[in-house]
């Protein structure tokens, strides 16, 4: 049994559904279970309306259009779809009337666009001839803790998918599951969503409960890049890489997986495949707990733009535990997350993401530091081998020099597979393309 995911823009029309089901048929003697998102950008077009009603207007005209057009396009029943999109309606209605959009209702709102693109294609797949049966993801079992809209899977999650899925595993059920990413219900019955992207770990989840031989992610590229391929032209396919870099790419920026969607893999040690839909024979790069190839001393290299730097220096703390207790707890007051840090026995320097307000944070850190807050920062992360890093920061350190470039501070990760190094969002390409240049060609 395989599992195979594909994202939104992979099923973003009548064109690109009809292509995902011409590859889905190629795989059918695999047994594979698929897993949708909505189509194209339906998620952002359903918070949209979601905005819109709660200032009194109900339109929900963009998803209407794709999804009756599709239906029209590929021939197949729409009244399943009719139904979602009759709902949706009465929902913006209620929304636009109480003025009110809680995280469970919004959960709620986006699940329909997962719901009504696993609909439109399991009716393609059985028009073609090819048995098919959607599945909207709790009627497998799928279950999560009452966090909206970041919702966590339950452990018993593990239990509940075989019970659904075995028949199809053994042969004794043949028509293949389309079910819904990104969507869960709570034990209280309320629709939950994993957080933007989260059909990644709708996919890993199932494969790893179900011990799947491969968790296939299908995108429009092929596979993971040495760099963002809008950066750096000649970027190239990764042929391997592990878990943890894979989870720390797609934290630090690269459009990979869900940084959550690693985790049921650790657990069970389930190979994620990642496939490029336009390319189909290329084998795409393969996700595995440790590397089975030659492990080259630079994986890849990611960027992530406009970050905030933030300064700590406290003198009067020298020599005296619980600098770092201080700090940090100042930044679990304020639900502020640190993506990278340095430290020194009085300074800590850390960047965070730029969307929060931190004058609350700057004013409580300051009496007992000082502080310093730099915006328009950018991280650039270098996935890698740290046992090589003489070796690896030479490099870098002799290209960045060429190039007059200065990083402002730089952090290997504990997590024994990066270094990451701070510099002005201006200069950002620049470091991406000097690194690559020394690293890769
Ligand atoms: N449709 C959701 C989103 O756009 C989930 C996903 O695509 O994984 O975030
Ligand atoms: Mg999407």
Redesign the pocket.
């Known amino acids: 049994m395989i599992v195979m995911k594909f994202?939104?823009s992979s099923v973003a029309n009548a064109d690109r559904v009809k292509h995902v089901a011409s590859i889905i048929k190629s795989y059918a003697d695999k047994r594979p279970v698929v897993v949708l998102?909505?189509m194209g950008?339906?998620?952002?077009y359903l918070l949209d309306a979601a905005e819109a009603a709660l200032k009194g207007t109900v339109d929900i005209t963009a998803v209407e259009k794709l999804h009756r057009e599709t239906a029209a396009a590929l021939d197949v029943d729409v009244a399943p779809i009719e139904e979602l999109l009759d709902e949706l309606k009465f929902l913006l209605t209620g929304i636009s009337m109480l003025h009110e959009l809680t995280k469970r209702t919004r959960d709620y709102l986006?699940s329909f666009?997962?719901r009504m693109s696993v609909r439109m294609m399991s009716s393609y797949l059985s028009a073609q001839g090819i048995p098919a049966k959607f599945y909207d993801a709790w009627d497998i079992g799928i279950v999560s803790d009452s966090n909206f809209m970041s919702a966590e899977l339950l452990d018993e999650v593990w239990q509940n998918i075989p019970v659904h899925l075995n028949d199809y595993k053994s042969g004794k059920t043949k028509e293949i599951p389309i079910v819904t990413?990104?969507i869960a219900k709570d034990k209280n019955g309320y629709i939950t969503?994993?957080?933007?992207?989260?059909?990644?770990l709708?996919a890993t989840i199932i494969g790893a409960a179900m011990k799947a031989d491969e968790i296939q992610t299908w995108k429009d590229v092929d596979g993971i890049l040495t760099a963002d391929p809008r950066t750096v032209k000649n970027a190239r396919s990764v042929p391997e890489v592990t878990y943890d870099e894979a989870a720390e790419l797609a934290y630090f920026g690269a459009q990979v997986l869900?940084p959550r969607s690693m985790n049921p893999c650790r657990i069970s040690g389930t190979p994620v495949r990642v496939k490029n839909s336009y390319n189909i024979d290329s084998p795409g790069s393969v996700i595995l707990p440790v590397h089975k190839g030659e492990k080259p001393p630079v994986t890849a290299i990611t960027s992530k733009k406009n970050v905030t730097l933030i300064d700590i220096v406290s003198t009067r703390m020298l020599g005296q535990s619980g600098f770092l207790a201080h700090v940090f707890n100042q930044f679990l007051k304020w639900d502020i997350s640190i993506d990278v840090i340095a430290t020194s026995e009085v300074s800590v320097s850390l960047t965070t993401n730029t969307d929060k307000d931190l004058s609350g944070l700057k004013k409580d850190l300051e009496q007992y530091a000082s502080i310093d807050i730099k915006n328009q920062k950018s991280i650039v992360t270098i996935i890698c081998d740290v046992t090589r890093t003489s070796e690896i920061l030479q490099a870098a350190f002799s290209a960045l020099l060429k190039e007059n470039i200065n990083v402002q501070m730089i952090s290997q990760g504990a997590s024994k597979v990066n270094i990451s190094m701070i510099c002005e969002d201006s200069e950002v390409t620049k470091v991406v393309q000097a690194l690559h240049k020394a690293y890769f060609d």
């Not at 969503?193 to 990644?200: A, H, I, N, P, W």
């Open positions: 994202g939104g998102s909505a950008d339906t998620t952002d986006v666009g997962e990413g990104f969503t994993l957080g933007r992207g989260g059909s990644d709708s869900h």
